[in-house]
């Protein structure tokens, strides 16, 4: 009887990041919209995203580029840094894929069928949302801090729910 080789797992190790010079790139649209990334002039990347690396903790420093397939490319840690154009085209990107209106006030709030349909007063305005599954998706980020994701997948902040009025956490109450 041979032995048996010992295998161990492959371990998934965490990926090496590597800090891109902000003077040493260009984010800009191409003639199809799609936003495109090129480095030092010699190379290319038809087809980038741009996220926050901490969208709630740091949201106005390091920023991910990602490649079409969401491999990480770089970090950006001061976007602030970018020329005037690099610096738009990574707003813009960033702008619309981080949605987080925080929620002053809960106006009214019903649940049906395992859907609860929010009516908020946010500091981006009045919202309406419908949320499932609340209960298992809402995220608690401690200190009274709340992420509530819709349907839609957009999360709404509530800063601190023991800050909300009276009405507004007794309808909260009754859905967490």
């Given at each position: 009887?041979?032995?048996?080789?010992?295998?161990?797992?492959?371990?998934?190790?965490?990926?090496?990041?590597?800090?891109?010079?902000?003077?040493?790139?260009?984010?800009?649209?191409?003639?199809?919209?799609?936003?495109?990334?090129?480095?030092?002039?010699?190379?290319?990347?038809?087809?980038?995203?741009?996220v926050?690396?901490?969208p709630?903790?740091?949201?106005?420093?390091?920023?991910?580029l990602?490649?079409?397939?969401?491999?990480?490319?770089?970090?950006?840690?001061?976007?602030?840094?970018?020329?005037?154009?690099?610096?738009?085209?990574?707003?813009?990107?960033?702008?619309?894929?981080?949605?987080?209106?925080?929620?002053?006030?809960?106006?009214?709030?019903?649940e049906?069928?395992?859907?609860?349909?929010?009516?908020?007063?946010?500091?981006?305005?009045?919202?309406?949302?419908?949320?499932?599954?609340?209960?298992?998706?809402?995220?608690?980020?401690?200190?009274?801090?709340?992420?509530?994701p819709?349907?839609d997948?957009?999360?709404?902040?509530?800063?601190?729910?023991?800050?909300?009025d009276?009405?507004?956490?007794?309808?909260?109450?009754?859905?967490?």
């Amino acid at each position: 009887m041979e032995p048996q080789s010992e295998t161990k797992p492959v371990m998934d190790r965490e990926p090496d990041f590597v800090f891109l010079d902000p003077k040493k790139l260009k984010l800009f649209k191409d003639n199809s919209g799609r936003l495109r990334l090129t480095l030092e002039r010699d190379r290319s990347y038809p087809e980038v995203k741009v996220v926050r690396a901490f969208p709630l903790s740091d949201p106005d420093h390091y920023l991910g580029l990602l490649n079409a397939k969401d491999r990480v490319i770089g970090l950006v840690a001061d976007p602030g840094e970018l020329d005037e154009d690099s610096r738009k085209a990574a707003a813009d990107a960033v702008g619309g894929h981080y949605f987080v209106p925080v929620v002053r006030r809960i106006r009214s709030l019903r649940e049906e069928f395992g859907a609860i349909y929010f009516d908020v007063d946010t500091d981006r305005g009045r919202r309406e949302f419908v949320a499932k599954g609340i209960r298992d998706e809402m995220e608690d980020l401690g200190e009274g801090e709340l992420l509530i994701p819709d349907v839609d997948g957009n999360r709404y902040r509530i800063a601190d729910w023991r800050r909300l009025d009276g009405k507004s956490r007794r309808l909260l109450e009754r859905v967490v």
